[in-house]
């Protein structure tokens, strides 16, 4: 792995440890509810298991790209393919909630 290659993932795994999400609410209730110990071994504990996990997705998907190009291909068009059924979903729902909030209907529109 070449120095600008590993310097750009220790940029993404950090840019991922420090956005906050559900980790960073978990941590704030147990260092609210029992204390500073507690919530530092909590966050050493989430912070070694991130980077863990980036590691093992990062390799896998790399292995797989190496040995396998065929079956990395087919799994970006499938995680391509899920981002736009999410996408899908979401507009469906938007419309959903749209039309949810106006009770006379598209009926009433298409009269005008």
């Not at 950090?14 to 507690?38: S, W």
Request: hydrophobic share 60%; proline share 3%.
């Amino acid at each position: 792995m070449s120095f600008e290659s590993a310097f750009t993932y220790l940029l993404a795994i950090f840019l991922f440890a420090i956005t906050p999400g559900p980790g960073v609410f978990a941590l704030i209730a147990t260092g609210m509810n029992a204390g500073f110990r507690r919530c530092l071994a909590m966050a050493v504990g989430m912070t070694l298991s991130d980077v863990l996990y980036l590691l093992l997705a990062t390799f896998g998907l790399a292995t797989i790209a190496e040995h396998w190009g065929e079956v990395f291909g087919v799994i970006r068009v499938l995680g391509a393919l899920y981002l736009f059924y999410l996408g899908w979903k979401l507009w469906r729902a938007r419309c959903r909630a749209q039309r949810w909030h106006h009770p006379v209907g598209l009926a009433a529109i298409w009269q005008v």
